[in-house]
């Protein structure tokens, strides 16, 4: 008999209909891993931010895209090619599901899903290729709570990121390529690949996070894998949100030295593996009308992962590692960050979440 397989994918989630945005912002501010202040000081904060971003950033930028986000279709769209691929591989039976973090299908209802299906195991993989407390963390913390709620007890292996996995790699390094010919073709310049990454508050990283250092991983690992001579790159990050010190440099400051140096930008949201708000307003028309605004037009996007062949080779292949343990490792399944990221996985227990 096939062995059934559970394989459970993180993101983020985003509202699916103007009415939504103001309470999945709420959920966002309230989690703790985002602000890191006592509970009552994050009710009232979750709620006031979340009625002023509504009203104007996020429920403009929303409005944008028909006042919901995309991302739940495009990470359906990569789950049903996971799921293919995997049962293609005859190593069992293979049922994917999304996970979201502040809008649904949250934990609490996948748990269920998961459990009503029967799995004999789980595989738990997010859609975010650098691990961040923020993110990935904040998000097993929620599965975990849940399945200890449901009493769900069913062997579990946890991916937690792959900054340098091959086919992630390998996808990025392809759609880069793409563009940045485009890019020299149009414009007879040599541009420069801006690696934008979300930001995160420079007090995170100091605490061990280790995020930032993965995320100049990926950039150094994808600049290599394009094959492009002396390629012409830097990391940036952009949406940041608050009055804390964030780290840098900042995407606007990145394109405004492009432009000041003469140079097309090509810029890939390295961070991201799905069309979401970020990619589609901030990047494509909020730092495009930035730019344009500045007399700077040799300014070119680079479309995400989504369902490239290779990065869904890859998810499949770090599933089919993890078949038969139970651990919380990278796709490496080897210590991946150095001593200094006291908040990497494989320091963090989910025993009590």
């Not at 900054?163 to 992630?168: Q, R």
């Not at 830097?234 to 140096?261: F, H, M, N």
Request: hydrophobic share 40%.
């Amino acid at each position: 008999m096939s062995k059934k397989i559970a394989v459970v994918l993180f993101n983020l989630g985003g509202p699916d209909s103007r009415e939504t945005i103001k309470p999945f912002l709420t959920n966002f501010f309230m989690d703790k891993n985002i602000i890191q202040a006592p509970w009552p000081v994050r009710f009232f904060l979750s709620r006031l931010i979340a009625f002023k971003r509504t009203k104007k950033e996020a429920g403009d930028s929303y409005k944008l895209l028909g006042d919901k986000s995309p991302l739940l279709e495009n990470s359906r769209a990569q789950i049903r090619a996971l799921e293919e691929m995997l049962n293609s591989s005859g190593e069992g039976s293979f049922k994917t599901f999304i996970c979201m973090r502040y809008w649904h299908p949250m934990a609490p209802q996948v748990v269920k899903e998961v459990q009503d299906w029967g799995p004999d195991h789980i595989v738990l993989l997010p859609l975010y290729p650098q691990f961040s407390t923020t993110t990935t963390n904040s998000s097993l913390e929620q599965w975990h709570l849940a399945a200890k709620q449901a009493g769900l007890k069913i062997s579990t292996a946890t991916v937690c990121c792959y900054p340098m996995e091959n086919g992630f790699v390998q996808a990025n390094a392809d759609n880069v390529r793409k563009v940045y010919e485009q890019a020299l073709s149009e414009t007879g310049k040599k541009p420069r690949i801006l690696f934008s990454a979300h930001g995160l508050p420079k007090k995170i990283i100091a605490q061990g996070d280790p995020y930032q250092w993965q995320c100049e991983q990926s950039a150094a690992a994808i600049a290599q894998a394009t094959g492009i001579e002396n390629a012409d790159w830097q990391i940036c990050y952009q949406s940041r949100v608050g009055p804390l010190e964030w780290i840098g440099p900042s995407t606007e400051d990145a394109i405004k030295q492009a432009a000041a140096d003469q140079v097309p930008v090509v810029i890939l949201p390295h961070a991201f593996t799905q069309e979401h708000v970020e990619t589609l307003v901030e990047i494509e028309i909020e730092y495009r009308h930035m730019a344009k605004e500045i007399g700077f037009t040799d300014y070119y996007r680079v479309p995400t992962v989504s369902t490239h062949e290779a990065y869904i080779a890859g998810l499949k292949n770090m599933v089919l590692a993890r078949l038969d343990d139970t651990d919380t490792l990278p796709d490496t399944k080897a210590q991946l960050c150095g001593k200094e990221w006291s908040k990497c996985c494989m320091n963090i227990s989910y025993e009590g979440s």
